[in-house]
């Protein structure tokens, strides 16, 4: 269902991102993302550089070679397009990430990893959204395996996000002896 109608209004900012998983030959895998950014209106930018409407203010790629554990074997970045010709610089700081495992935790440690001055604005949030697509591609791997367990020997899957609240419907169905919501007839 789409948003309803809003006021008359005009658009002045675009940003897209595109995320792509992969299967490579050699048994890892990969994760590519792009962010573009554009403006409707001309933009004056350093030195008196103009922007052209439609014209890439942001153009940066991500690849992200992981194994079916989530293990990061290696990241690479481009940048096509940004404000400043220094920004291209940036993309070296992405090896930090060789070595960490996509998980919990992932979002903190990639913004700690790469917070301020040591990397790009713009390439660190786009690996938040590569770490939720590397769980999507894989999901055919990661549903094959055998629930994991808590300590406790619950699934941990439950109370991981809104759906898989202990006292929601899923939970009911995939795990009733974990169900903890009222009573259903």
Excluded at 37 to 52: C, F, H, I, N, V
Excluded at 157 to 177: L, N, Q, T
Aim: with cysteine.
């Amino acid at each position: 269902m789409p948003l309803p109608p809003s006021v008359a209004r005009e658009e002045l900012h675009l940003r897209r991102i595109e995320l792509r998983g992969y299967r490579r030959h050699d048994a890892l895998y990969e994760i590519e993302a792009r962010i573009t950014d554009t403006k409707s209106q001309p933009l004056k930018l350093e030195r008196d550089r103009m922007l052209a409407p439609g014209e890439a203010l942001h153009d940066m790629w991500i690849r992200m070679v992981i194994d079916e554990d989530l293990m990061v074997h290696d990241v690479i970045a481009a940048t096509d397009a940004s404000p400043f010709g220094i920004c291209g610089e940036a993309v070296d700081s992405l090896a930090q990430l060789k070595g960490m495992r996509i998980g919990a935790g992932w979002t903190a440690a990639v913004k700690q990893k790469l917070a301020g001055a040591v990397g790009c604005t713009h390439l660190t949030e786009l690996l938040i959204p590569i770490g939720t697509t590397a769980f999507q591609t894989l999901s055919p791997v990661r549903m094959a395996r055998p629930v994991t367990l808590n300590a406790q020997g619950r699934p941990a899957k439950i109370d991981s996000c809104y759906a898989y609240g202990s006292g929601r419907e899923v939970v009911m169905r995939r795990w009733p002896e974990h169900y903890d919501g009222p009573e259903r007839k």
